[in-house]
């Protein structure tokens, strides 16, 4: 018996340009920049901010996109 395959049904056309990624992509370039003139000044604070930074940025987007403000999933349901 042949097997019939459906297709997945397309994703949001937003190609990803929600809050929660404007946020995780910010942050995170902030965080690095920080963490990177920490290097150059031999700032171990400085890195430690920076770090702090994106770890805090990363918890930021999950609530955002929990909160709607990301990208949707394929199915619908929230993962």
Known sequence: ???????PPAPPH???KTT???????????GSIVVA?????SSSMMMAVGAAVIAL????????RMAG???KSRSGARP
């Open 37 to 41: 003139l920490g290097l150059v000044f």
């Open 1 to 7: 018996m042949p097997q019939t395959y459906s297709v």
């Open 20 to 30: 929660a990624a404007w946020v995780m992509t910010v942050g995170t370039v902030i």
């Open 57 to 64: 940025t990363i918890v930021l987007s999950i609530v955002l």
């Open 14 to 16: 937003n190609e990803g």
């Open 69 to 71: 403000l990301g990208q």
